[in-house]
């Protein structure tokens, strides 16, 4: 090729874009912009081998593709991701600085856009980087994460401590018991994630325009989409209808959908983990977090629960990203939605958050938990719930009067229950604490 990348590759469709549109100062997401070179690159070979382009215009063609697939020129994609909404700004720019790298004899429209259209590039590029990026980057990392909870479900078996429903004490559990369903959640949120990507990886290439097909060859979608799945290992498939591919961008929201799951599972596990390693005095304290870093400028020895606030946090943003696809998702007209970039950004912004987090959720906070063993017990021998067990001796009403007292006189349970007539016999048979907290009282 010869260009250094020093050098200015794309033309005059990009530096309007760029005056155009001085919104963000975000690009739009590297993923997408590498898939484009990847698409062009295909394209190009596949046009080459049909004989519409010549053979040698269309290997230099795929050749720069290939570079631009491979990073080496991501900084020649300076436009905004607040663009038009069709990403045409984007695709002209993959034209430009392709052509300007193929050299001489290669045109961005005639030749680099060849059987393509903004239309019908674009979405694809964003629907295979969010599929690529979600199989490769975010599964994986959920899939850690699940096994890092599942370990400590093992390793917390019996451990026993107080159950809470609406911040109340409850019957006991046992830690790994609650640790068993964190894994559950992020297995399950895999699951979502997993069941939405056979819709994304229907991409609209070879729509062109409106989804007609117009100046495309009739294999040329099939031929192309064959030669990235082959490059890249994704399973990439014809939509099931092209002006449902064209018209819409319902997979990307449903994929979001899921992530937005996902959000909510950490949410739900990170409030836990960082209330049940509150204290070390003053808290629940039935867990020890990581100690990872000061916790306060001014007050000494201070440990805060620093990774499940940042997966609060990401987990925030992602619920946020997913209302924002939402609405441009729906904001489709006819024939195009025109929404395209918005939910790019927020999209691979949510996927690589996520990966990033649960990664280090996994590694620097849940692997290195452990239990507060006196914390643990002291809760689990606290809990007046554990009244319940009594019923089937003495009923409801005569357990439930029990507790009464217990609670307004802040005696031990054991002490008012034998007042109240309950033989010890029939107290140390019911009130077993690990049997209770795996399910059966006698």
């Not at 092209?242 to 449903?254: C, H, I, K, T």
């Given at each position: 090729m010869g260009v250094q990348?020093?050098?200015?590759?794309?033309?005059?469709e990009t530096t309007k874009a760029i005056a155009n549109f001085p919104v963000s100062g975000e690009r739009v997401p590297v993923p997408v912009v590498r898939w484009l070179g990847r698409i062009k690159g295909a394209a190009a070979r596949v046009n080459g081998e049909l004989g519409l382009l010549d053979a040698a215009?269309?290997?230099?063609?795929a050749a720069a593709g290939d570079e631009i697939a491979a990073g080496r020129h991501d900084a020649q994609f300076p436009v905004d991701v607040f663009q038009t909404g069709s990403g045409t700004s984007s695709n002209m720019n993959a034209n430009e600085v392709i052509a300007t790298l193929a050299g001489e004899g290669a045109h961005a429209n005639d030749h680099v856009n060849m059987g393509q259209s903004s239309n019908d590039v674009f979405p694809?590029?964003?629907?295979?980087a969010a599929l690529d990026e979600a199989t490769n980057d975010l599964l994986p990392a959920l899939a850690q994460l699940e096994a890092s909870f599942a370990a400590k479900a093992a390793a917390f078996d019996d451990v026993v401590k107080s159950g809470r429903t609406h911040l109340m004490d409850a019957v006991p559990v046992t830690l790994g018991q609650e640790f068993s369903g964190y894994a559950a959640q992020i297995r399950l949120g895999g699951k979502r994630v997993r069941?939405?990507?056979p819709q994304v990886a229907q991409i609209p290439l070879g729509g062109t325009a409106t989804g007609t097909g117009l100046n495309t060859h009739p294999e040329f979608a099939a031929r192309v989409r064959a030669k990235l799945s082959e490059a890249s290992g994704l399973e990439i498939q014809a939509p099931e209808d092209p002006f449902e591919a064209q018209g819409n961008r319902d997979?990307?929201?449903?994929l979001s959908g899921a992530l937005k799951v996902v959000a909510v599972s950490l949410t739900k596990i990170a409030g836990d983990l960082a209330l049940m390693g509150s204290g070390p005095r003053a808290g629940i304290g039935e867990l020890f977090l990581p100690e990872l870093q000061k916790g306060s400028s001014i007050m000494p020895g201070k440990v805060n629960p620093v990774l499940p606030e940042v997966v609060l946090q990401v987990s925030a943003q992602v619920i946020g990203n997913d209302t924002a696809i939402t609405v441009g998702g729906l904001q489709g007209q006819f024939e195009l939605n025109v929404r395209i970039p918005l939910i790019a950004r927020n999209l691979l912004q949510s996927i690589r958050l996520l990966a990033n987090t649960?990664?280090?959720f996994a590694e620097k906070c849940v692997d290195g938990i452990e239990p507060n063993y006196a914390g643990c017990e002291r809760s689990a021998e606290s809990t007046l719930a554990v009244a319940t067990a009594l019923n089937p001796f003495i009923g409801y009403d005569k357990a439930a009067a029990i507790v009464k007292e217990a609670a307004a006189s802040g005696r031990p349970l054991r002490e008012v229950a034998f007042e109240q007539g309950v033989s010890e016999e029939t107290y140390n048979e019911a009130i077993d604490l690990r049997r209770i907290a795996r399910g059966s009282a006698a």
């Amino acid at each position: 090729m010869g260009v250094q990348e020093q050098e200015q590759l794309w033309g005059g469709e990009t530096t309007k874009a760029i005056a155009n549109f001085p919104v963000s100062g975000e690009r739009v997401p590297v993923p997408v912009v590498r898939w484009l070179g990847r698409i062009k690159g295909a394209a190009a070979r596949v046009n080459g081998e049909l004989g519409l382009l010549d053979a040698a215009i269309a290997e230099r063609i795929a050749a720069a593709g290939d570079e631009i697939a491979a990073g080496r020129h991501d900084a020649q994609f300076p436009v905004d991701v607040f663009q038009t909404g069709s990403g045409t700004s984007s695709n002209m720019n993959a034209n430009e600085v392709i052509a300007t790298l193929a050299g001489e004899g290669a045109h961005a429209n005639d030749h680099v856009n060849m059987g393509q259209s903004s239309n019908d590039v674009f979405p694809s590029a964003v629907h295979l980087a969010a599929l690529d990026e979600a199989t490769n980057d975010l599964l994986p990392a959920l899939a850690q994460l699940e096994a890092s909870f599942a370990a400590k479900a093992a390793a917390f078996d019996d451990v026993v401590k107080s159950g809470r429903t609406h911040l109340m004490d409850a019957v006991p559990v046992t830690l790994g018991q609650e640790f068993s369903g964190y894994a559950a959640q992020i297995r399950l949120g895999g699951k979502r994630v997993r069941n939405a990507l056979p819709q994304v990886a229907q991409i609209p290439l070879g729509g062109t325009a409106t989804g007609t097909g117009l100046n495309t060859h009739p294999e040329f979608a099939a031929r192309v989409r064959a030669k990235l799945s082959e490059a890249s290992g994704l399973e990439i498939q014809a939509p099931e209808d092209p002006f449902e591919a064209q018209g819409n961008r319902d997979a990307l929201v449903e994929l979001s959908g899921a992530l937005k799951v996902v959000a909510v599972s950490l949410t739900k596990i990170a409030g836990d983990l960082a209330l049940m390693g509150s204290g070390p005095r003053a808290g629940i304290g039935e867990l020890f977090l990581p100690e990872l870093q000061k916790g306060s400028s001014i007050m000494p020895g201070k440990v805060n629960p620093v990774l499940p606030e940042v997966v609060l946090q990401v987990s925030a943003q992602v619920i946020g990203n997913d209302t924002a696809i939402t609405v441009g998702g729906l904001q489709g007209q006819f024939e195009l939605n025109v929404r395209i970039p918005l939910i790019a950004r927020n999209l691979l912004q949510s996927i690589r958050l996520l990966a990033n987090t649960a990664r280090l959720f996994a590694e620097k906070c849940v692997d290195g938990i452990e239990p507060n063993y006196a914390g643990c017990e002291r809760s689990a021998e606290s809990t007046l719930a554990v009244a319940t067990a009594l019923n089937p001796f003495i009923g409801y009403d005569k357990a439930a009067a029990i507790v009464k007292e217990a609670a307004a006189s802040g005696r031990p349970l054991r002490e008012v229950a034998f007042e109240q007539g309950v033989s010890e016999e029939t107290y140390n048979e019911a009130i077993d604490l690990r049997r209770i907290a795996r399910g059966s009282a006698a």
